[in-house]
């Protein structure tokens, strides 16, 4: 079957038509940063524990700065924060790393225990399901 050059014509016109369309709209709208979790979900032994990042994160909860839980990054790095496994293995550790209850149990309950405010009983956070 023989297009004739009209036809052929239109289909490029056509096709150079959904390109620049497609361009313009990938550079009209880029990707969005994604914003910080509101909630985490840890699993453990002694049960699920819900964790309310936006609560500890946001002006209107705590206010506390990334660094001051993701303790190793400095401010300009606070973006990069990621999840606490990629440094605090789920179970080995030692004094020098713990593991991720360990410091979880460190960083939380001493937070919590210096302010008095927040759980601080097993059973306020985990909760078994």
Sequence with gaps: MMFSRKELNLVYVGTVILLLLAVVSYAAFPNQTP????????????GKVM???????????????CGE??????????????SCTECHALEEGDEQMPNRADAFHQQCIGCHREYGAGPMDCAECHVMQ
Excluded: M, N
């Design 69 to 82: 839980c993701h303790h190793t990054l400095a401010p300009d790095e606070y973006d990069q924060a990621g």
């Design 35 to 46: 914003k910080p979790p509101l909630r985490i979900a840890f699993k453990s032994v002694a």
């Design 51 to 65: 964790f309310d990042h936006g609560g500890h994160h946001s002006a209107s909860g705590y206010a506390l700065a």
